[in-house]
DNA sequence: TTCTTAGTTCACGACATTGGAACCAATAAA
DNA sequence: TTTATTGGTTCCAATGTCGTGAACTAAGAA
């Protein structure tokens, strides 16, 4: 089993960090981490926007997540825990990741309203 | 020759604007797009960040940030002028696209820095 | 040792991206 | 008129990336 890798916060880019947040799945995973002050595994998210992800599927976002810097994980038996690296990530790009859930919550409300409506 | 479609501004969504800005020739076309005043053609383009990009390439750069709702085109003879739907997307997603060409220009000056040396 | 839990890796099909070659449409030159 | 040129598009084949089931691993419980 490989090694986690996580990138030095220098070795972190805008183009890795849109590219792994594109994808609504990641998105909404990032989303929750930041929000959630206490580590999550990557099982709580087999349920997500009313459909199950596989746990293949999920283990690559987690690894993508984490690649591109945007989540630190450690392996504590056979759990991972997982904590977004927000902050770090705010002293390198101000702004970014706040702009970037702020508009994916605003898009996400604006669907539920529409759906409702 | 098909039509050209720009989506309208409530059908622009968050993921189509990340997955178009995470490629690093599309960010650099956009933000040129987005800092002059009048329309650029896309053969303006054809030399970027120290290498040729070939005009089928391009033609699809152009396409895809057309329809992801950042860029507006129109065919003025022979040529086409683009322009960027900054203020309209501004609009719908206050703030995202200043933060993402904010942290491009700081990435962009670091890796200037870093190859001076 | 065997079982269970949580996650990983592999392999393969589906889909996306790249770029050369051929093409089209508008205008300028002959 | 034709013919040539310019600016961009479309097609297609090679390559790359993504999602997923099946098989696997590693840690801890029974």
Known sequence: MRP?????IEDITVEGILHVLSDPVRAAIF???AASDSARTCSNFIQMQDKEIPKSTLSQHFRMLREAGLVR???HGVEMRNTSRCQEVEQRFPGLLGAIMQAHAAQCAERAAKEAG
Chains 1, 2 share one sequence.
């Open 4 to 8: 986690l890798v996580h990138p030095a």
């Open 73 to 75: 994980s450690e392996r």
């Open 31 to 33: 989303a929750s981490l």
